[in-house]
Structures are given as C-alpha cells and as structure tokens.
C-alpha cells in the first residue's frame, strides 16, 4: 500500500515536471506544430516587452491566459501577431502555456516613465471612473492596487502601457469581443485618447506582485 | 471632473413617499398581495420542511403611503459643485476626509464597520450619481420625520443609521469626525439644491409594479446571467489577490444586515435597475429588477440590530410589509433565524 502511494506521488511529480518543463519548452522554443517561441516576444521570464506593446504574462490568471488563447483562435479578439500562433496550438499547448505563465514570477520589465502628470490623471480616473459619461472606475473591477480578480478582471499593474492603450483601442474599434456582458466594451467605448493614455500609464508605474494565484483561488 | 446635474422634477403627489429619507434605510408601508407564510410558529424550522420549496411572489410596491415629509414640486434647477470647487482650508479638507470614508470606508472609518462593503457600493460615484441615492439630494431632505423610528431625525442621526444597518457595524457618536465628515461632504455636494425638496435623482427610483409578481425562481436566474460573474454565485462577493473587496457580498455575514433599507426589495430593486450591472445601469427590464431584487432579500444576512424577544416579533415591529422577506420561510428557511450577529466591527488590518 504505501508503495503504490508512493509510486502514485512520484508520478504525480513527474506529471507535474513534465508540465512546467513542456511549458518553459514551448515558451523559449516553440512548438513542432510552427508556433513561434512565446518568449521571443514576451520575454524570457514572461515580463514582456513594454515598449513593444507586447504584454507581461507573468502572474495572470490561469483561465484568463487560457480564454485569451482561445479567443484569438476563434476571433473574438482580432489579433494579426496572435492570431497564426495559437492557431499552430493544441488544446493540450495552450493549457501547458497558461499554467506556465500564471505561476511565473518576474521583475517589471524595464519602461521609460510616463509624464507624473499623465499617471496623476489616470491615477484619478482608475479610482473614481467618469460616471457623468457612466464610466466606472478601472479599481472597481480590477481591484483598487489593479491586481486583478478572479479569471474575469485581469491585473493591470505594472503592465505594458502601450499594450494597455492598444488594447482600450481594440475593444472601442470592436476588434475584441470576449468579456462577459460585454463590459469591457462599453467602458472603452467610453474612453476618449487622453484618458486611455492616462490610465495606460498610471497602471505600468505601478509595481507588479505575486502570481494572481492567491490561496482563496487555489483549487 | 464635473458634477452630475441632478435635474428638478415635477412629483406627482402621492409618488414622494420616499421623500423622508434620501437613501437606503427607509422603508414604507405599501398595499399589494398577501406576504407568504408568517413565521407564526413557535418552532419555525419545523415548520420549514412542510412548506413549499418555492417562495411566493412578492407583491410590487405602489407608493400609496402619505409622504412622512411633503415636498414642494419645484423647477429650481440644482447641479452638485465639482470636485475642484472643494476650496482650500479647514473646511475643505473635512470635505475631502468625507469623500475619502464615502469612497474607501472600511480603511477611512475603521472601528464603525462590521462587514465588507463601502457606502459607495450603493451611493455610486461616491455619492454624487443620481439614482443612486446621492448625497447631496440627501442632505437637502433633513431634518426629517421617519416612520423607521418614530422621530425627527438630523442628517448625523440618519448617517449613524447607516453605520449601524447598512454597513452591520456600530454607530459613531454625534460630532465623531466621521459623522463631522461625512455631514460636511454631504452639504457641500447640495450646495445650491433646494432645502426640503426631493429632486429629480435622489433616493432610488420607485420602479412601476412588475407585469408579473416578482418571483424568487425568476430572480435565480436573473442573477446567474447577469450578477453572479462579479458578486459570486453564493453572494458572497469577490477579492483582489490582496484581500481587498472589490464586489461586495450581496448576503451572508459580510453583507448589510436585517435593518438596512437595501433590505427591502423596492429599494433593491430600484438600486438595480438604475446602476447594475456596474457600468450597464438600465439595461435590465423593471421585471428582472423586482425578480433579482426578491431573490437577493430572501437569503439570510446578519441579524436586524433592533432585534426583539423573536424573530416573530421583529417582523410585527420592524418589517410587516411584502417588501421585507424577514421572518418568512423561503426555500424552507425562516429568514431572520439563523442570521449571522450583527455590529460584528471589523479588526482586520
């Protein structure tokens, strides 16, 4: 009996190894089916490039990773880079990926500072919103730090401003459609381009933190 | 950013009911239905397993009551200052200090606090949304008369009210600078509204009698498509990876107790209609309001503080109304028996 434990825990280590070796493999090599290195954009550690745009994976929630990965395969969120990547990905790749990159822990990629006034501005308005427009404030789903909640409401701090600016402009163009309820669309649509700019920089001056895997939301 | 034009409005007589309070925590007498089963029984939770698994429909408020406070009708114009009117000085930063507990009040009024939320969960816009029982609005209604407890009431003695119904905690004692605060920020936001006139705005909006009697069944669901994603599916409300809330728990021991006027489902219901989900206010039907409305006052929360001898007996005093589910049986429980205490002040950070 204690054999069989025994023999059970070790292949569930194994399993366990196998995974995270598989996840870092993809990442800096790609896949055998053609999907490019995730990390030729993304970084090393998964901290992305900032100036690039190209976004930190490291920390996100597993299943909002996942539900972005199929969302570029089947289009609710157009993304011409993305796009022929997942494609080349199995169901099996695109797991193995999330749960590599939601455990990773990396230093805030490097990114010139934005104007103190811009981030004091979008500072503001991720606070209290613009409600005479009927514009929450980004903290009241994204946490008032932008750690993100849940699989939802992904963190925003210390993420890459220009991604987050193209990102406000691709769900206001409707060129992304995978939220719920279809909330996210109707915040950006009413965002003008300062207040994008604004809320973009305040979120990437703020310091990232732990993977989003909090005890309460372990399995 | 400017402030929020809270337009004058012609009231028909008879539709002020709410008049006597400007926000949650009031609750009226109405005409409708029969309520469901009375927890007449001296053991209720016998009683329980006989009944049907399925609530009665509630019946829908008309505002029939006689107003507790008359309001002119009036076509003064009145839009709360901006944020940037807040002047220097003394008094400009007790204003800010009030904004600052309306907007963060579990961190800004610790030690008055005995759940998760913050008075900006139900005063949108730290109290300046119209709709959403604005502040301001507020404060240009008091002093008032108030059936919840006999008496007239000053505006500091309706803000204790909150801290001890909606936020289940304990009330700060007069000219505790909370109260000091918060009475401050609520006056400069009703800088140039009208004294004793129920603006267009204020208070929630008494939605019209549902088609069909709101329905506990119909309200499930509701909240399933449209609630449950941010304030989780046992309403239990959602944290950020740092402990902090970010949607409030809607029931269960974290939530607003027994006595809170979001107790009462035409508070709720209206709340719901005008600002939920978050950022999409207006978009569900008055029907789904109602129906979510019933099935989020017919789940347990803490205890009703005035509580008295039974919870028989504090339904006779304090809820004997189809608005309020306490003391009745829904699904097999008798609402109010097994509440969590209330005034459970926080001693967390």
New interface residues.
């Given amino acids: 009996m204690r054999s069989m434990v025994g023999g059970a825990l070790l292949l569930c280590m194994s399993a366990i190894a196998a995974l995270a070796a598989d996840g870092k493999d993809i990442a800096a090599n790609g896949t055998s089916g053609g999907a490019l290195p995730c990390s030729s954009c993304h970084g090393e550690h998964g901290e992305g490039t900032p100036a690039s745009g190209f976004p930190r994976l490291a920390g996100l929630n597993v299943q909002y990773i996942e539900h972005q990965l199929e969302s570029f395969k089947n289009g609710t969120r157009k993304n011409d880079v993305m796009q022929p990547i997942v494609a080349a990905l199995s169901d099996d790749e695109r797991k193995t990926i999330a749960n590599y990159y939601a455990d990773m822990t990396a230093p805030k990629a490097e990114a010139e500072p934005a104007a103190p006034a811009a981030i004091a501005a979008g500072a503001k308005l991720a606070a209290t919103g613009d409600w005479p427009k009927g514009m929450p404030g980004c903290g009241q789903c994204h946490g008032a730090a932008g750690l993100g909640v849940g699989a939802t409401f992904p963190r925003l701090a210390g993420q890459s401003a220009t991604y987050i600016e193209n990102a406000l402009q691709s769900w206001k163009a409707g060129d992304r459609k995978n939220d719920p309820m279809g909330l996210m669309a109707s915040v950006a649509s009413k965002l003008n381009d300062d207040q994008i700019k604004n809320v973009a920089a305040y979120y990437e001056s703020l310091p990232v933190a732990a993977p989003a895997r909090s005890p309460e939301t372990k399995p | 950013?400017?402030?929020?034009p809270i337009k004058p409005s012609t009231w028909a007589a008879g539709v002020v009911a709410l008049a006597a309070a400007g926000f949650i925590g009031h609750m009226l007498p109405s005409t409708g239905t029969a309520p469901e089963q009375p927890a007449a029984s001296a053991q209720p939770a016998k009683q329980a397993k006989s009944e049907s698994p399925t609530p009665k429909a509630v019946a829908p408020v008309q505002e029939t009551a006689a107003p507790a406070r008359k309001t002119e009708a009036t076509s003064a114009s009145y839009t709360p200052p901006a944020e940037s009117d807040i002047p220097k000085g003394p008094f400009g930063d007790m204003v800010r200090l009030g904004e600052a507990i309306f907007?963060?009040t579990q961190h800004n009024a610790k030690g008055f606090v005995g759940n998760d939320l913050q008075c900006a969960n139900c005063h949108?816009?730290?109290g300046?949304?119209p709709n959403s029982a604005p502040l301001g609005a507020a404060y240009l209604l008091y002093p008032a008369y108030r059936s919840k407890n006999g008496h007239v009431n000053t505006f500091q003695e309706r803000l204790q009210g909150c801290f001890r119904f909606s936020m289940n905690g304990k009330a700060p004692p007069f000219n505790d600078k909370v109260l000091v605060a918060l009475e401050t920020y609520a006056y400069f936001l009703a800088r140039g509204g009208p004294t004793g006139v129920a603006v267009e705005g204020h208070g929630y909006p008494k939605l019209k009698a549902p088609g069909q009697p709101a329905d506990y069944d119909r309200g499930a669901k509701v909240y399933a498509q449209?609630c449950a994603?941010?304030h989780g599916a046992g309403g239990e409300g959602?944290?950020?990876?740092?402990?902090?809330t970010?949607?409030p728990p809607l029931w269960g021991p974290r939530s607003f107790n027994w006595g809170a006027g979001m107790g009462s489902i035409n508070n709720a219901a209206g709340f719901i209609k005008a600002n939920m989900?978050?950022?999409?206010?207006g978009t569900l039907s008055d029907q789904d309001a109602w129906d979510v409305a019933t099935y989020m006052d017919s789940q347990e929360r803490p205890q009703d503080p005035r509580f008295v001898d039974s919870v028989t007996e504090t339904r006779k005093r304090f809820h004997d109304e189809p608005t309020s589910k306490y003391g009745l049986i829904v699904n097999g429980v008798l609402l109010g028996e097994k509440s969590p205490p209330s005034g459970t002040i926080n001693t967390m950070d």
């Fill in positions: 950013m400017s402030g929020n907007h963060d949108i816009d730290r300046r949304q449209h994603l941010c959602q944290k950020s990876a740092d402990g902090q970010v949607f989900p978050l950022g999409l206010g």
